[in-house]
């Protein structure tokens, strides 16, 4: 509860009313009624101020309450509403119609769209209500690279490196897969898309990848620059790139949580361990770590000891609608 007596003296002392809400964190409005009560009442100075306790001040000032709604109105029923919203193609602009439709036939008087598209945003915050995201099988595959990266012994070079794991998720199945590369080459970066196809056993028609300089040459909006062998390789597979916007981790948020997912699965169960890593593939598996997810969900990690392996995280039983694979990888 905000002290108004003590508001009031220190606008009565000089300091404006937007200094004193500024300080006290409290509202113009609110300012301006206190002082139009402390004028109501004859406290015009501080002198007049100087015997009064906040008890009674308060005792008779009360802080306007927003307006109820008209009763004479016929308001919809907005959990209807919220239901009616999680069909596809439906807008608040159609169910906004189809509610002064009803309320024409039947003689009832109706809110205008800009109070009905304000009470059901009320509505929609009150419970905590989030925005439904809809995505179509095999539309997009989101990809990039997880942050954190993976510290091995290369015996080639005889030292310590760190190796990078590739991302790609299919937004509608939220299926991931993840595979390890010793670098962030562009190879690295088009071997990564390769075997994703492989896994999904389809291409996707549009892949969201972030703005990296491996893929992307000048990220823009409208016209990005693609470097040249992505490009090549998505002209081959019949599919476009649709790059995220700079500093838009929202436009690939799947991809997002499956870094999550993938480095709290992958990368946290290394966190303890030494890799070494040998000559191509002729070394067996290293470990095989099998995890549960929410008790419904088995995730299979794979982890040989060279690295040109998958590392697959199926989440989803059903495969996504895709394009068909191409003959040659």
């Not at 509860?1 to 003590?6: D, E, G, I, K, Q």
């Not at 807008?91 to 205008?112: D, F, I, N, P």
């Not at 990848?209 to 893929?215: A, H, S, V």
């Not at 062998?229 to 998505?234: D, F, G, L, P």
Request: hydrophobic share 35%; glycine share 4%; aromatic share 12%.
């Amino acid at each position: 509860m905000s002290n108004y007596l003590t508001l009031v003296r220190a606008v009565y002392s000089g300091i404006s009313q937007r200094q004193v809400a500024k300080s006290y964190q409290v509202s113009r409005n609110t300012i301006a009624l206190a002082l139009q009560h402390a004028q109501k009442r004859g406290w015009l100075t501080l002198a007049s101020l100087a015997s009064i306790s906040e008890e009674e001040f308060c005792c008779d000032f009360h802080l306007a309450k927003p307006p109820a709604r008209d009763l004479s109105y016929t308001w919809p029923d907005y959990n209807w509403v919220h239901q009616e919203l999680s069909k596809p193609y439906v807008t608040l602009k159609l169910l906004w119609e189809e509610y002064v439709a009803q309320c024409v036939q039947s003689g009832k008087r109706y809110c205008m769209e800009t109070q009905f598209r304000q009470h059901y945003h009320e509505y929609a915050q009150q419970f905590k209500s989030t925005i439904r995201l809809e995505h179509k099988p095999g539309l997009v595959l989101e990809v990039d690279w997880a942050g954190t990266k993976i510290k091995y012994f290369d015996q080639e070079k005889v030292t310590w490196s760190e190796a990078s794991l590739f991302i790609s998720v299919l937004p509608c199945s939220q299926l991931i897969y993840a595979e390890p590369f010793p670098d962030q080459s562009l190879s690295s970066w088009i071997s990564g898309h390769v075997h994703g196809f492989q896994y999904f056993n389809g291409v996707p028609k549009t892949i969201i990848p972030d703005n990296l300089k491996t893929g992307v040459k000048q990220s823009n909006f409208y016209q990005p620059v693609i470097t040249k062998a992505y490009q090549e390789m998505v002209d081959y597979y019949q599919t476009i790139i649709l790059p995220a916007r700079v500093r838009k981790p929202k436009d690939k948020p799947s991809v997002e949580n499956g870094v999550l997912i993938s480095s709290r699965k992958i990368l946290a169960k290394l966190r303890n361990k030494q890799i070494y890593s040998t000559v191509k593939e002729h070394m067996p598996p290293a470990k095989t770590f099998f995890t549960d997810w929410n008790g419904q969900r088995n995730a299979v990690l794979k982890l040989k000891l060279w690295f040109r392996q998958f590392w697959i995280v199926p989440l989803s039983n059903s495969r996504p609608i895709v394009l068909a694979l191409a003959c040659l990888p």
